[in-house]
């Protein structure tokens, strides 16, 4: 009887994983998976901390490099990836003209990413544009946020261009909306979500995220190791 009841449970078991994985292949995510090599770098070595403007530096330099390989169509670095084990951070923030009678706060999943992210994942951006480039100096602090973010306060995507996000002490101009995508997990309720800009908050660690062009998946290795 033991041993039937160990059989049904791995039975039962097996059963979950190939359903889980089942919907892994089948489940849109809002990015696009295939064509999408992942790296990390991690400039810190022996030492704790690294100049930000050192850091932004490098990846303004790494994203050059990247992008004149021939076989890579794209390429940008955030602090996360999507699906990761490890998660998305979240932050509190406070939209502006949306203060809370009930004395809470609002959270939203977020990722720091550098400007052409969300083409290299294949994110449609349903209203504004894309964050200022790495050099620019004039722009004020930017945010794009996601669908779900502009539901859950009943505003319409356009209509949230241009408002402020407070969160600590920094402040963030929402520049664009872009579509859902998968962040945590398969089967996930959709939660607001904010991308920060790597011009804002550059960091010494980054994923690498490498749009390839179709057929050259394994060409450009050699050039990203360099």
Not at 191 to 197: G, K, N
């Amino acid at each position: 009887a033991l041993e039937a009841a160990l059989a049904i449970v791995v039975l039962v078991v097996a059963a979950l994983f190939l359903k889980g994985f089942r919907e892994t292949r089948t489940t849109d995510p809002g990015f696009r998976r295939e064509g999408v090599l992942l790296a990390s770098v991690d400039l810190r070595g022996r030492t704790r901390t690294i100049a930000p403007a050192a850091s932004l530096e490098f990846a303004a330099r790494l994203l050059d490099r990247l992008r004149q390989v021939p076989a890579v169509e794209n390429a940008a670095l955030s602090t996360s990836i999507p699906l990761d084990i490890h998660g998305m951070p979240s932050r509190s923030y406070q939209l502006e003209g949306q203060a809370r009678s009930d004395g809470g706060v609002d959270r939203a999943l977020t990722n720091t990413v550098t400007p052409g992210y969300l083409q290299t994942m294949g994110i449609a951006t349903v209203a504004g544009r894309d964050f200022a480039a790495l050099d620019d100096t004039v722009a004020p602090p930017q945010a794009i946020v996601n669908e779900t973010f502009a539901r859950h306060f009943g505003i319409d995507p356009p209509a949230i261009l241009g408002r402020t996000i407070t969160s600590g002490t920094s402040a963030f101009t929402i520049v664009g909306v872009a579509k859902d995508s998968l962040a945590v997990s398969f089967g996930e309720i959709p939660e607001p979500f904010i991308y920060l800009s790597w011009r804002d908050r550059p960091s010494a660690m980054a994923e690498i995220h490498i749009r390839t062009r179709p057929g050259s998946e394994t060409a450009f290795t050699a050039a990203v190791c360099d």
